[in-house]
């Protein structure tokens, strides 16, 4: 079960922690906030993710001072969002080239398992909430994924934390050509990851405001 929290933690973790970033002038993908082989991911459908992630926190948290020190915690959430995003059509390409599936049933079964583990499906849902930030809504698609890189990294003879197991990544990564819209950084093919970037219409926020405009 250890190695499943692993690459669990996969999805969501390839995700540094940066300032806030707020666009100022004009945006160079109107309408995305990536493109992912050939295939839009609207600023729309981002803002849907990050509201689920939102809503699941508001209900699990009542308290107003919890969920304030919730939000703070999670103060990138758009930003990260988005990178699980791309990051999941990756490892689904990657999965794909290597001819790995992943059936319903597998996807049931390691959920009964996580959630005998965690004491039910509601400690399921709310502790890939406060760990991963995935709506639970979105569980048993992100379990898929979970399969679909052990599968990966079974198939090519190693483990999710090791260079060949990225390598695939980094070849998926290319070949669907990722653009994402500058406001959100920009895509590190070899290290399948989405990487800040400065650029002059971008102000950096912190908590105590504005401090300054490139």
């Given at each position: 079960m250890h190695r499943r929290r692993r690459t669990a933690f996969l999805l969501s973790a390839a995700i540094v922690a940066a300032p806030l970033l707020t666009a100022c002038g004009n945006d160079a993908h109107p309408g995305a906030a990536a493109v992912v082989g050939g295939q839009r991911i609207t600023v729309a459908q981002l803002e849907t993710r990050v509201n689920e992630v939102r809503e699941a926190q508001r209900a699990a948290v009542p308290d107003e001072a919890q969920y304030a020190q919730a939000i703070a915690k999670t103060g990138t959430l758009s930003r990260d969002t988005l990178h699980s995003m791309v990051l999941d059509q990756v490892l689904h390409r990657a999965a794909q080239d290597a001819g790995v599936t992943v059936t319903r049933k597998e996807v049931?079964?390691?959920?009964?398992?996580?959630?005998q583990q965690?004491?039910?499906s509601k400690a399921l849902e709310t502790a890939w909430l406060q760990r991963y930030?995935?709506?639970?809504?979105?569980?048993?698609?992100?379990?898929?994924?979970?399969?679909e890189a052990q599968k990966l990294a079974a198939v090519l003879g190693t483990d999710t934390g090791q260079a060949d197991?990225?390598?695939?990544?980094?070849?998926?990564?290319?070949?669907?050509?990722?653009?994402?819209?500058?406001?959100?950084?920009?895509?590190?093919?070899?290290?399948?990851?989405?990487?800040?970037?400065?650029?002059?219409?971008?102000?950096?926020?912190?908590?105590?405001?504005?401090q300054e405009t490139a």
């Open positions: 049931q079964d390691m959920r009964a398992g996580l959630e965690a004491g039910g930030g995935i709506a639970p809504e979105r569980l048993d698609e992100n379990l898929r994924l979970q399969l197991f990225w390598q695939a990544m980094a070849k998926a990564s290319k070949k669907l050509d990722i653009d994402l819209n500058p406001r959100y950084g920009s895509w590190d093919d070899e290290k399948s990851s989405r990487v800040d970037a400065k650029t002059p219409w971008v102000r950096e926020v912190t908590a105590t405001g504005t």
